[in-house]
């Protein structure tokens, strides 16, 4: 899942900057920053509430009984 929405965003990013007058070299460099900070932001927390969820220790059998138990303990940044 991480790769797909990397690879997606990534080319959502180029579509929007082909008409532009960035050079291509930018062009690519910019859709990178795009995609991997949309991926940071969208597969970090769901890799965390797996992690936790796998972990005997956290007593977590599901991400729907972990994500509102991280919440209520730490937050947003509990997911990051």
Do not use: D
């Amino acid at each position: 899942m991480i790769t797909s929405s990397l690879f997606a965003s990534n080319e959502v990013s180029n579509n929007l900057f082909e008409h532009t007058h960035l050079s291509e070299w930018s062009s690519y460099f910019w859709s990178g920053v795009i995609a991997g900070t949309l991926s940071l932001i969208v597969n970090v927390p769901m890799e965390v509430c797996k992690v936790r969820a796998q972990t005997k220790e956290s007593g977590f059998v599901s991400y729907r009984k972990a994500i509102p138990s991280i919440y209520e303990k730490q937050g947003v940044p509990g997911f990051y």
